[in-house]
C-alpha cells in the first residue's frame, strides 16, 4: 500500500465550479499536510500548509485534514481556468526532512 | 528574491554514462532536498542536505548520490545511468530552522532523458 493515495484524475470542470480534490494516507506519524500546485514544465509551488487536524482557508482555497480518518482534501472555489494544473498532496512527520507525495491530480478548468 | 534555481534544464545522456545535476537554493536557505518524478511514481525523495551532511535519504540505489557545500549549492550524481533513470529531478530548498515545518521551495527541476 502506498504511504499515500491519490486519485490521478484527470478532472474537468467548468469555469466557477467547486473543485474538490482528495488524498488518503497510511501513516499515523504524518503530522503535516500540503497541497503543492505544479504547472505544465514547471516545480511545484506551495499553495496551502496545514499542521494536524483542522480546517485552513486562504482566498479560493480551503485545506481541510481528519486525521481520524487519514483524508486530506483540498476545495478550489469558484475555478477559473489559471487553476489548470496538477495537484499534489503531500505529508510529513516526525524528526525527518522527508516529504511524500501523492501521484497528483490533473485539472482543467474549462472556459 | 530569486528563486530556486537548477541547472542544466534538459540533459540527454546515454545508458551506462554518468550525470552531475547542481541547484543553487534560495538565499540564506540551508537545507536542500532532492525528488525524482516520473509519471509512475510521482514524486519521490531521494535525500536531504543540511550543512554539509546527508541528513535523510530515501530509497534509491547507491548509484545515486549527493553532496552540499559550505555556500549550500548541492549537486547529485547519478553513476551508470539506466533507462528508468530518464526523469524530471527536482531541488527543493527550505531555511530548516524547525524539522518537517519549514516550506520546501522547488526549482523547476532538470529533465533527464537516457537513450
Known amino acids: 500500500q502506498k504511504e499515500v493515495e491519490q486519485d490521478p484524475g484527470p478532472l474537468s470542470v467548468p469555469e466557477g465550479a467547486i473543485v474538490s480534490l482528495n488524498c488518503t494516507y497510511s501513516n499515523s506519524a504524518f503530522q503535516y499536510f500540503m497541497w503543492y500546485r505544479q504547472y505544465s514544465r514547471k516545480g511545484p509551488e506551495l499553495l496551502m500548509y496545514t499542521y494536524s487536524s483542522g480546517n485552513k482557508e486562504d482566498g479560493r482555497f480551503t485545506a481541510q485534514v481528519d486525521k481520524s480518518s487519514k483524508y486530506i482534501s483540498l476545495f478550489i472555489r469558484d475555478s477559473q481556468p489559471s487553476d489548470s494544473a496538477t495537484y499534489l498532496c503531500?505529508?510529513?512527520?516526525?524528526?525527518?526532512?522527508?516529504?511524500?507525495f501523492g501521484k497528483g491530480t490533473l485539472l482543467t478548468v474549462n472556459p | 528574491k530569486a528563486g530556486v534555481t537548477q541547472t542544466p534544464r534538459y540533459l540527454i545522456k546515454t545508458r551506462g554514462q554518468q550525470v552531475t545535476l547542481s541547484c543553487s537554493p534560495i538565499?540564506?536557505?540551508?537545507?536542500v532536498s532532492w525528488y525524482q518524478q516520473t509519471p509512475g511514481q510521482g514524486l519521490q525523495f531521494l535525500f536531504e542536505?543540511?550543512?554539509?551532511?546527508?541528513?535523510n535519504k530515501g530509497n534509491f540505489p547507491g548509484r545515486f548520490s549527493g553532496r552540499q557545500f559550505s555556500n549550500s549549492r548541492s549537486e547529485m550524481n547519478v553513476s551508470t545511468l539506466e533507462l528508468g533513470d530518464s526523469a524530471l529531478y527536482l531541488c527543493a530548498s527550505s531555511l530548516r530552522v524547525q524539522t518537517s515545518t519549514d516550506t520546501q521551495y522547488f526549482g523547476p527541476g532538470t529533465r533527464l532523458t537516457v537513450l
Open positions: 542536505y543540511f550543512s554539509e551532511t546527508q541528513r
Open positions: 503531500a505529508t510529513s512527520g516526525g524528526s525527518n526532512y522527508k516529504l511524500t
Open positions: 538565499s540564506g536557505h540551508r537545507s
